[in-house]
Nanobody, 127 residues
Framework: QVQLVESGGGLVQAGGSLRLSCVAS????????MGWFRQAPGKERECVAA????????YYLDSVKGRFTISRDNAKNLVYLQMNSLKPEDTAVYYC????????????????????WGQGTQVTVSS
């Protein structure tokens, strides 16, 4: 399995931006499809963005389309989540997830599809 560590969370006012980073170690990063999930208190964990091994294909939750961008740098073992125009409803703990994949262009968007998880980073958006 790959080890994942997130960073970049914090407190921001509505309309502001944050960039989350997730660094992976332990295995060949380019072999993994990646995802960003979030979980707010009392709510189920949901996938906000996902990206294929190559970075060619991406997925976004409808409520973040046009505001969030997922990207990866396979040379640096990093995956990013750029979050713009943040809203109070974006407040949650954000988790990075990884799943080794045979397919270069596929992504995953369900929790059960991912085998490795980071510890999470808190994002709080004030109104």
């Amino acid at each position: 399995q790959v080890q994942l560590v997130e960073s970049g969370g914090g407190l921001v006012q509505a309309g502001g931006s944050l960039r989350l980073s997730c660094v992976a170690s332990g295995r060949t990063f380019s072999s993994y499809a990646m995802g960003w999930f979030r979980q707010a208190p009392g709510k189920e964990r949901e996938c906000v963005a996902a990206i294929s091994r190559s970075g060619r294909n991406t997925y976004y939750l409808d409520s973040v389309k046009g505001r969030f961008t997922i990207s990866r740098d396979n040379a640096k073992n990093l995956v990013y989540l750029q979050m713009n125009s943040l809203k109070p409803e974006d407040t949650a703990v954000y988790y990075c997830a990884a799943q080794e994949s045979f397919f270069t262009y596929n992504y995953y968007s369900k929790s059960k599809d991912f085998g490795s998880w980071g510890q999470g980073t808190q994002v709080t958006v004030s109104s």
